[in-house]
């Protein structure tokens, strides 16, 4: 009983994750004057973009294709965000808090996804990081946009954080549920520090 409500819970986290990068996504579409279709193509790749790549680099079946539930919540979560824009008048503030959100629960998601496949426990800290990051990757790609990781604030080292947690709690052998929970909170209460504060890691400089 105690293990089905943990991984209902955890399902309502993963699908938490796909709608608040869905929506970062399609408010970055407001902010380059696209169109609805616009919209939901910069949600959906944002929503779906880093589980894909992790998925296909694992050899299992792309999640949003066995579960195309995925797929409908990016699209609904975009064109909600074309009719209320109105709601979101600080497009930045809004954009940067729901990646800063979709960054964490993708990288726990994205690393438990990975040691549910057996993956070594690098290679799940990678997954996870890539499934954070990645999509964010495609969204400025597409949106001629400096890469969020190629910024000096802190970013990929949140979702590292965030992944590095969940592995480590895992061989500690924590419950599930309390491993989500903390790694989570260690992604995001980092990546929050960083937007507050303006944490940067040193640059280099010749």
Known sequence: MFEQLVNQLIYVFS???????????????????MDILGFILMG???????????????D????????????????????????????????????VWMDAIGLSIFAVMGTQVALANDA?????VIMGVMSATFGGIIRDVLGAQTLMLMRPEMYISCALCAAMSYVLLYTL???ELLIVIVSFSAGFGLRAAAIIFNLKLP???Y
Request: with cysteine.
């Open 15 to 33: 699908v938490t994750g796909v709608i608040v990068f869905s929506i970062s996504g399609a408010l970055f579409a407001a902010k380059k004057g």
């Open 44 to 58: 959906t790749v944002t929503g779906i973009g880093g589980g894909t790549l992790r998925d296909l680099l694992l």
């Open 60 to 95: 299992i079946p792309v999640f949003w294709i066995y579960d195309p539930v995925t797929m409908y919540l990016c699209i609904s979560s975009s064109a909600f965000t074309y009719f209320a824009i109105k709601l979101f008048l600080q497009r930045d503030f809004w954009i």
């Open 120 to 124: 070594p426990l690098p290679v799940a």
């Open 173 to 175: 052998g924590v419950t």
């Open 203 to 205: 640059q280099f400089r």
